[in-house]
């Protein structure tokens, strides 16, 4: 899998968009980018996934440059619930392989 | 809506003793996995389970830690003898599907174990 960074830490105000940066330089044509989320002292929580288009659910939004070696995911009005560290991961699509974790990026959302 | 179940979901125990945790996946998810997260850091993975048979124990430590999955359902992690060094997060997650088939399954994740090692 490729190697992500992400900045250590953000912060954000309560109701703004929170925008989390992702870098994947390195990324090959059949890896997808994966976002995961880790609220204190609970397991990890799948987010959102794309591989070249711009893709949004309920939860958030995922912007992936035309070269994909960046992504951002857009939380579009954080709250204080979406304080938490977020994963970035790049990974092939198919097959069950384990998920392989940095070290995120601590969201703090600040009222 | 399902759940993956841990527990216990916090254990202290002391240097050299046995320790075991438990881990019942999602109904009907075929792949199961033990992910290590000492404080700080991401999660790693221990073990993967595809039904009852191991598919990647690479980074288990398997002089002390082993991992089952008796009739594919629920597992069990055990750590003996347990090291100050264990002191750690050990989340369980479960997917639906087979290695090599085709389709996005996302892993979910149990609250997890906190086991404090003194």
């Known amino acids: 899998d490729a190697k992500t960074t992400q900045p250590p830490s953000m912060d954000c105000a309560e109701g703004r968009a929170a925008n989390l940066p992702c870098n994947h330089s390195?990324?090959?044509?059949?890896?997808?980018v994966y976002w995961y989320r880790q609220i204190h002292s609970q397991g990890p929580q799948y987010i959102i996934h794309?591989?070249?288009n711009n893709e949004t659910n309920e939860m958030a939004s995922l912007i992936i440059t035309e070269d994909r070696k960046s992504s951002t995911l857009i939380l579009p009005h954080a709250t204080l619930r979406d304080t938490a560290v977020y994963y970035c991961?790049?990974?092939?699509?198919?097959?069950?392989?384990?998920?392989?974790f940095g070290s995120g990026t601590r969201l703090q959302v600040q009222p | 809506e399902a759940e993956v179940a841990q527990s216990p979901r916090y254990k202290i125990t002391e240097k050299s003793q046995a320790v075991a945790f438990w881990c019942d996946p999602i109904?009907?998810?075929?792949?199961l996995y033990w992910y290590r997260q000492i404080l700080g850091q991401g999660p790693e993975l221990l073990v993967q389970?595809?039904?009852?048979?191991?598919?990647?124990d690479s980074q288990l430590p398997k002089d002390r830690f082993s991992a089952e999955r008796l009739k594919g359902v629920d597992s069990t992690l055990k750590i003996q003898p347990a090291e100050l060094g264990d002191s750690a997060m050990y989340l369980c997650a479960s997917s639906p599907g087979i290695p090599g088939g085709a389709g996005n399954y996302e892993q979910y994740f149990g609250p997890g174990t906190r086991l404090t090692v003194t």
């Open positions: 109904s009907g998810h075929a792949t």
């Open positions: 389970f595809q039904d009852e048979s191991v598919v990647d």
């Open positions: 794309g591989l070249k």
């Open positions: 390195t990324i090959s044509g059949n890896e997808y």
């Open positions: 991961i790049v990974r092939v699509y198919t097959g069950r392989r384990a998920l392989t």
